[in-house]
């Protein structure tokens, strides 16, 4: 009879351990309600988004997942004011935000972040070879009337293209003094009219080898224009830019090395969202990294490891807490 009771109440301690653990892991699972305001539709941040939309789902069965169109620093005034629960972001925009720094009006000092997505969001400066232009310096000595495509305003992009052309002396006063103008533009368009000749110069960030720049070589000559030392370190310190370089052969029509500065995609979320669900996000992410490799390539560059490296941007609390929990972080 003793020896009854005690396996009774073992088995009853085996069976509220395993309800225990159970509890734990559907609390840890629970069904999310998240919007992602990511980028254009078509871009590689929508399939970006898509991919996080799919972990989440994986993570968290039963989740509603929805993906909105957008754009930087919208999507980080978003995130802040509680319109959407995620947002793709730059970075340095997301640190802009936190500062109030143009082109906000006032500081989002809530935003963090859940996981860096792409480490490497080059500037890439591209003219014609049959043009004239070499250097942004050959611009500013000769004054001469470029006309410029840079991403659409409310961009890191845009942004960039600015403060790139502010650090080497060239305001866009300067350039509509000298008869030049700036379009702002998605990338496929200020690639199109490079093509037509409706356009001197583009630039963007994007990671390289771009897809969209292979194709735009197979129809035009281009040259790739890197950046002066002392306007990499200008964009370093004033922007939050990393100095990078460009390796000879990236493309057919570069053979020789580029110096550039690089941002960082991050997805970013307010720190008024509970721990435990930015630690099932986190999570989800780290456990379904194999579909996210796949579903869009740079993850396969960057590897699981490098999730937590959101700087200068903090983490939020219930990732970190997921990601020590991984071993990803100490």
Same mark, same amino acid.
């Given at each position: 009879?003793?020896?009854m009771?005690?396996?009774?109440?073992?088995?009853?301690?085996?069976?509220?351990?395993?309800?225990?653990?159970?509890?734990?892991?559907? #609390?840890?699972?629970?069904?999310?309600k998240?919007?992602?305001?990511?980028?254009?539709?078509?871009?590689?941040?929508?399939?970006?988004g898509?991919?996080?939309?799919?972990?989440?789902?994986?993570?968290a069965?039963?989740?509603?997942?929805?993906?909105?169109?957008?754009?930087?620093?919208?999507?980080?005034?978003?995130?802040?004011?509680?319109?959407?629960?995620?947002?793709?972001?730059?970075?340095?925009?997301?640190?802009?935000?936190?500062?109030?720094?143009?082109?906000?009006?006032?500081?989002?000092?809530?935003?963090?972040?859940?996981?860096?997505?792409?480490?490497?969001?080059?500037?890439?400066?591209?003219?014609?070879?049959?043009?004239?232009?070499?250097?942004?310096?050959?611009?500013?000595?000769?004054?001469?009337?470029?006309?410029?495509?840079?991403?659409?305003?409310?961009?890191?992009m845009?942004?960039?293209?600015?403060?790139?052309?502010?650090?080497?002396?060239?305001?866009t006063?300067?350039?509509?003094?000298?008869?030049?103008?700036?379009?702002?533009?998605?990338?496929?368009?200020?690639?199109?009219?490079?093509?037509?000749?409706?356009?001197?110069?583009?630039?963007?960030?994007?990671?390289f080898?771009?897809?969209?720049?292979?194709?735009?070589?197979?129809?035009?000559?281009?040259?790739?224009?890197?950046?002066?030392?002392?306007?990499?370190?200008?964009?370093?310190?004033?922007?939050?830019?990393?100095?990078?370089?460009?390796?000879?052969?990236?493309?057919?029509?570069?053979?020789?090395?580029?110096?550039?500065?690089?941002?960082?995609?991050?997805l970013?979320?307010?720190?008024?969202?509970?721990?435990?669900?930015?630690?099932?996000?986190?999570?989800?992410?780290?456990d379904?990294?194999?579909?996210?490799?796949?579903a869009?390539?740079?993850?396969?560059?960057?590897?699981?490891?490098?999730l937590?490296?959101?700087?200068?941007?903090?983490?939020?609390?219930?990732?970190?807490? #997921?990601?020590?929990?991984?071993?990803?972080?100490?």
């Amino acid at each position: 009879m003793r020896m009854m009771r005690t396996n009774n109440w073992r088995r009853g301690a085996v069976l509220a351990a395993a309800m225990l653990a159970a509890g734990a892991a559907a #609390a840890w699972a629970a069904p999310l309600k998240i919007t992602l305001a990511g980028g254009s539709v078509g871009g590689a941040w929508s399939a970006m988004g898509a991919a996080i939309g799919e972990t989440i789902r994986l993570a968290a069965p039963g989740s509603s997942f929805t993906y909105e169109p957008g754009v930087d620093a919208a999507n980080v005034q978003l995130v802040s004011n509680g319109k959407v629960q995620l947002g793709i972001a730059h970075a340095q925009m997301a640190l802009r935000g936190i500062r109030g720094t143009a082109p906000f009006k006032q500081k989002t000092p809530d935003i963090r972040a859940i996981a860096l997505l792409d480490p490497q969001a080059a500037v890439q400066i591209l003219v014609r070879a049959d043009g004239k232009i070499t250097s942004l310096d050959q611009i500013r000595q000769n004054k001469m009337p470029v006309r410029v495509a840079f991403n659409k305003r409310g961009t890191m992009m845009a942004v960039a293209g600015e403060e790139v052309f502010k650090a080497a002396g060239i305001s866009t006063a300067d350039i509509a003094q000298w008869g030049g103008r700036i379009d702002y533009v998605d990338y496929n368009t200020g690639l199109a009219q490079l093509k037509n000749g409706q356009t001197d110069l583009v630039l963007n960030m994007l990671a390289f080898p771009s897809a969209q720049v292979k194709n735009m070589a197979r129809d035009v000559d281009l040259r790739l224009i890197g950046l002066d030392q002392a306007v990499i370190d200008k964009l370093s310190a004033d922007v939050g830019t990393k100095p990078v370089t460009i390796p000879a052969g990236t493309y057919p029509f570069a053979q020789e090395a580029v110096n550039t500065v690089t941002g960082m995609v991050v997805l970013v979320v307010s720190d008024k969202m509970p721990d435990a669900e930015a630690a099932t996000i986190a999570k989800g992410l780290v456990d379904h990294y194999g579909y996210l490799e796949k579903a869009y390539p740079p993850f396969a560059r960057m590897g699981a490891k490098a999730l937590p490296d959101v700087a200068p941007l903090t983490l939020h609390p219930g990732a970190a807490q #997921a990601y020590k929990a991984a071993g990803l972080l100490k």
